[in-house]
């Protein structure tokens, strides 16, 4: 396949050069005060958490969100990440949130790369227009694992372009697709090959020039080389992980509400028709014309004439089509799942307005926009909200003479995010027995059981309403919850004594 130049630059910006103004507006939006807001629980804290404690402890192959529970529910691709970053960068928010803004810059760059196949000549409208969407730009301050698979799966579909446009080095090309699906895949698992279905649905519709299937071999083979080693080893070392990552994390998350994620039959509604119509502003109106006009571009693809020039809009209408269906299907929903889906988006605006000889925003419009939206980050750090994790740190510094090692959640959220300014492992453990099974157990261990452990320096949290059956269950196995300054956000914070110990 040859993406033919058809689409020129209709009016160059007269102050900037394109990629310049590509460049800027970018590294504005993924760096300013991206450390100003603290850590925030639960999403944020739990994946920070998981590196710290993998970066602490020196074991990059099981994630564990602390010493004594491992941590499962996705492969190690963003905690490695974030370790990674932290380790070389210092332990803090920017560090942590530099994997998620360095994402969103890779995918602005593979935006324009792949705009140069698809939409010869309207590259940057196609980079600015991922870069200034509204949730692209949102998820870029967000700790996740959803940028960092949208920027591997916009890699590989962007080898697999190469790879029709360079038949000559197409080789080359879908290894690298066939490495960025191991690495997507060691990400989020089977999700992360969503767009094999786009790339071999585009191989039936508009069939390559020549089948190479040494080629396609040799990518299944990098693919399995760079993904199967750490499912293979974590695996042989707990069998019992083969069952849950079948059963839990994709049979069950496909197929049932077990995770409570907008599972009705109308959640797709409230979930994606939001994220993607207001996630796409300032964009959304071009992008829905082109999905109006979609119909007739179907019928026109019949006509031989235009065979070749429609071969983008098949790839793109697969790019967005198809996962999209997968995820309406799937009773497991939430916004940011559909987030890899706005780079076929951002591709789609610049076609379309390329084909209404649309050009690009004024600069004085676009500053406007990218002020709104800094604004908004500014905003948000200073929002005070319970899932700020830097808010709990303060309290508990103001609460006890010394940092604790250890943090233990009594019947309650886990606050995941302490980890990053505490340096302390963090717990959640019940007051009863839990039938949890060993593979990610709601709780870590009993409270009682907790404090037979007879660790130093650990500080306990309780909800109010908890705290009399906190004091009986103490009571009873022969110690004493002490009171640690006052409450906070309806918490309170004790230590634990033994009768033994005087208490």
Same mark, same amino acid.
């Given at each position: 396949?040859?993406?033919?130049?058809?689409?020129?630059?209709?009016?160059?910006?007269?102050?900037?050069?394109?990629?310049?103004?590509?460049?800027?507006?970018?590294?504005?939006?993924?760096?300013?005060?991206?450390?100003?807001?603290?850590?925030?629980?639960?999403?944020?804290?739990?994946?920070?958490?998981?590196?710290?404690?993998?970066?602490?402890?020196?074991?990059?192959?099981?994630?564990?969100?602390?010493?004594?529970?491992?941590?499962?529910?996705?492969?190690?691709?963003?905690?490695?990440?974030?370790?990674?970053?932290?380790?070389?960068?210092?332990?803090?928010?920017?560090?942590?949130?530099?994997?998620?803004?360095?994402?969103?810059?890779?995918?602005?760059?593979?935006?324009?790369?792949?705009?140069?196949?698809? &939409?010869?000549?309207?590259?940057?409208?196609?980079?600015?227009?991922?870069?200034?969407?509204?949730?692209?730009?949102?998820?870029?301050?967000?700790?996740?694992?959803?940028?960092?698979?949208?920027?591997?799966?916009?890699?590989?579909?962007?080898?697999?372009?190469?790879?029709?446009?360079?038949?000559?080095?197409?080789?080359?090309?879908?290894?690298?697709?066939?490495?960025?699906?191991?690495?997507?895949?060691?990400?989020?698992?089977?999700?992360?090959?969503?767009?094999?279905?786009?790339?071999?649905?585009?191989?039936?519709?508009?069939? *390559?020039?020549?089948?190479?299937?040494?080629?396609?071999?040799?990518?299944?083979?990098?693919?399995?080389?760079?993904?199967?080693?750490?499912?293979?080893?974590?695996?042989?070392?707990?069998?019992?992980?083969?069952?849950?990552?079948?059963?839990?994390? &994709?049979?069950?998350?496909?197929?049932?509400?077990?995770?409570?994620?907008?599972?009705?039959?109308?959640?797709?509604?409230? &979930?994606?028709? #939001?994220?993607?119509?207001?996630?796409?502003? #300032?964009?959304?109106?071009?992008?829905?014309?082109?999905?109006?006009?979609?119909?007739?571009?179907?019928?026109?693809?019949?006509?031989?004439?235009?065979?070749?020039?429609?071969?983008?809009?098949?790839?793109?209408?697969?790019?967005?089509?198809?996962?999209?269906?997968?995820?309406?299907?799937?009773?497991?929903?939430?916004?940011?799942?559909?987030?890899?889906?706005?780079?076929?988006?951002?591709?789609?605006?610049?076609?379309?307005?390329?084909?209404?000889?649309?050009?690009?925003?004024?600069?004085?419009?676009?500053?406007?926009?990218?002020?709104?939206?800094?604004?908004?980050?500014?905003?948000?750090?200073?929002?005070?909200?319970?899932?700020?994790?830097?808010?709990?740190?303060?309290?508990?510094?103001?609460?006890?003479?010394? #940092? *604790?090692?250890?943090?233990?959640?009594?019947?309650?959220?886990?606050?995941?995010?302490?980890?990053?300014?505490?340096?302390?492992?963090?717990?959640?453990?019940?007051?009863?027995?839990?039938?949890?099974? *060993?593979?990610?157990?709601?709780?870590?261990?009993?409270?009682?059981?907790?404090?037979?452990?007879?660790?130093?320096?650990?500080?306990?949290?309780?909800?109010?309403?908890?705290?009399?059956?906190?004091?009986?269950?103490?009571?009873?196995?022969?110690?004493?919850?002490?009171?640690?300054?006052? #409450?906070?956000?309806?918490?309170?914070?004790?230590? &634990?004594?033994?009768?033994?110990?005087?208490?």
């Amino acid at each position: 396949m040859s993406f033919s130049r058809t689409f020129p630059l209709k009016q160059p910006l007269r102050k900037l050069q394109p990629h310049v103004l590509v460049a800027v507006v970018a590294l504005m939006l993924a760096f300013a005060f991206l450390g100003a807001r603290g850590i925030w629980d639960p999403d944020e804290g739990r994946y920070t958490n998981v590196g710290l404690v993998m970066l602490d402890s020196g074991d990059w192959l099981n994630p564990m969100r602390n010493h004594e529970t491992g941590h499962w529910t996705k492969p190690p691709m963003t905690y490695w990440a974030i370790a990674a970053s932290v380790g070389t960068f210092g332990r803090n928010e920017w560090a942590a949130r530099l994997p998620s803004a360095l994402s969103y810059l890779a995918c602005v760059w593979l935006v324009w790369l792949i705009a140069r196949r698809l &939409v010869p000549g309207e590259e940057p409208m196609a980079a600015l227009a991922f870069a200034t969407m509204l949730l692209p730009f949102g998820a870029s301050q967000f700790i996740s694992t959803d940028f960092l698979l949208a920027a591997l799966q916009a890699l590989a579909v962007w080898a697999y372009i190469e790879s029709r446009a360079q038949s000559s080095q197409s080789g080359r090309w879908l290894l690298l697709a066939g490495a960025a699906f191991g690495m997507a895949f060691l990400t989020k698992g089977p999700p992360g090959l969503l767009p094999v279905l786009v790339i071999l649905a585009h191989r039936t519709l508009v069939p *390559p020039r020549e089948s190479k299937p040494l080629h396609v071999l040799g990518a299944i083979a990098v693919f399995v080389v760079v993904a199967a080693p750490w499912f293979v080893a974590v695996i042989h070392a707990q069998p019992d992980l083969l069952g849950y990552f079948l059963g839990e994390e &994709v049979v069950d998350r496909f197929a049932s509400d077990d995770f409570n994620r907008n599972g009705q039959w109308y959640g797709w509604i409230v &979930v994606y028709l #939001p994220a993607i119509v207001l996630g796409t502003m #300032p964009w959304t109106r071009s992008a829905l014309r082109w999905i109006c006009g979609l119909p007739r571009e179907v019928m026109s693809w019949r006509d031989h004439s235009r065979r070749k020039e429609a071969e983008a809009d098949v790839l793109l209408a697969a790019w967005l089509i198809l996962p999209l269906v997968i995820f309406c299907v799937a009773r497991s929903r939430m916004p940011l799942y559909v987030l890899p889906l706005f780079v076929p988006i951002a591709l789609i605006v610049a076609r379309w307005r390329a084909r209404s000889n649309l050009p690009i925003p004024s600069l004085r419009m676009l500053s406007i926009w990218v002020v709104v939206l800094i604004g908004l980050k500014f905003s948000s750090s200073l929002w005070s909200t319970h899932k700020d994790a830097s808010e709990w740190a303060k309290a508990i510094e103001a609460r006890v003479p010394s #940092p *604790p090692s250890e943090v233990v959640f009594v019947e309650d959220m886990a606050r995941y995010g302490l980890n990053l300014y505490l340096s302390a492992q963090v717990e959640k453990v019940s007051l009863a027995d839990s039938s949890d099974g *060993p593979i990610n157990p709601q709780f870590d261990s009993t409270f009682l059981s907790e404090l037979h452990e007879r660790e130093r320096d650990v500080l306990y949290v309780a909800k109010k309403g908890r705290w009399t059956e906190v004091e009986r269950v103490a009571k009873e196995g022969g110690f004493s919850a002490v009171r640690v300054g006052s #409450p906070y956000r309806g918490r309170i914070f004790f230590s &634990v004594t033994h009768e033994s110990d005087g208490g």
